[in-house]
């Protein structure tokens, strides 16, 4: 496994390139995940277009501890090339704030890596000096979120995906901005489709509209709200899982019928969630690590729709009384 710096200059060299564009691979937000090729004017535009919105300047220090082999970590090297600002390159840990002695004044983190600095002091105290924290890859649970609130700083939530590299609205977390509704960035209008996702116009981003799967609320002034999702990804800790690829791993050796659905998660927004209609030995090894599921329940019966598909929410809401009867019990 590459470090964080041999990665960091691996993407140099390909950023310096004569290519005019990058290979990037999709997260699975809006279909299958595949490997694109984007313009290299695009990924600057879109690295203007946070820089300008923070304020950056040569002056600041970046800490970058996302890994650069996937958009996120790209974008944040990016926006050092075209702005010009120190960057200190840490691991993608869970705790890329441990020991750190110099100041930064902005970074980009995962929800897990946010929620578990607030875990220790010394980590807390350095979270809450670094001037601009955006927050993406994964969901945002309502008890990290009601932490950052207090935070002098100023912390963002941020949406977005590869094929809009990176993201193209933000919120506050902290301070009297907080919000619950992200605002764009400019350069970026949005409207729905027929059927309730989120359309994303970014001529300086995309060649053309951007159908998410996301369902919506969208205000006349451009600011937004996601309601769910439209597909059945999981995503837990920034890691976009598809529930019908786990079912299909597990369906070969299943010792009865089941379902894979997702719970909420302090950690990491969601995890994979197993109702199984019978109290069975089961084998995960064809599962990759992240597949595997965090929480297993007994039902009489997997909700099916009338037919006789899967019912994905009645999985959920399942799995959530469940939760809720085991912490009660």
């Keep these: 496994m590459p470090t964080i710096a041999e990665e960091y200059q691996a993407f140099l060299l390909e950023w310096d390139g004569k290519s005019s564009d990058i290979g990037v691979t999709t ?4 279909g299958t995940p595949k490997e694109i090729r984007v313009a ?3 990924m ?11 304020g950056l300047t040569p002056e600041d220090t970046a800490l970058l501890c996302l890994s650069p082999r996937y958009i996120a970590g790209k974008m944040m090297i990016v926006r050092q090339r075209i702005r010009g600002f120190r960057m200190i390159l840490r691991e993608p840990t869970l705790h890329p704030l441990h020991a750190l002695s110099t100041p930064v004044t902005f970074t980009a983190m995962i929800p897990a890596q946010a929620h578990d600095a607030l875990q220790v002091p010394e980590e807390r105290e350095i979270l809450a000096r670094i001037k601009h924290v955006i927050i993406g890859g994964g969901p945002i649970d309502a008890a990290l979120e009601a932490e950052l609130r207090a935070f002098p700083n100023a912390l963002y939530s941020t949406y977005g995906m590869t094929e809009t590299l990176s993201h193209v609205a933000m919120r506050r977390l902290s301070g009297p901005e907080a919000s619950e509704w992200y605002k764009p960035l400019p350069g970026v209008s949005l409207s729905l489709s027929p059927g309730g996702t ?11 509209p951007l159908e998410t799967n996301d369902l919506a609320e969208l205000l006349p002034d451009g600011r937004f709200k996601i309601i769910g999702r439209r597909d059945n990804v999981i995503n837990s800790g920034g890691i976009k899982l598809q529930i019908e690829a786990i079912e299909e791993k ?6 009865c019928d089941f379902a894979i659905t997702a719970l909420p998660a302090p950690r990491f927004g969601e995890v994979v969630t197993l109702l199984a209609t019978r109290d069975a030995e089961w084998d995960f090894t064809s599962l990759d690590r992240y597949e595997h599921p965090r929480h297993v329940f007994l039902v009489d019966h997997i909700p099916m729709t009338g037919n006789g598909k899967i019912d994905r929410k009645g999985c959920r809401k399942l799995a959530e009384a469940l939760q809720e009867q085991t912490k009660a019990s």
């Design 40 to 42: 290299k004017k695009r």
């Design 44 to 54: 600057r535009a879109s690295a203007e277009m946070t820089c300008d919105f923070l």
């Design 250 to 255: 597990l369906r070969k050796s299943a010792p």
């Design 198 to 208: 989120l359309v994303i116009q970014a001529p300086a981003l995309l060649s053309k």
């Design 27 to 30: 997260s699975g937000s809006t």
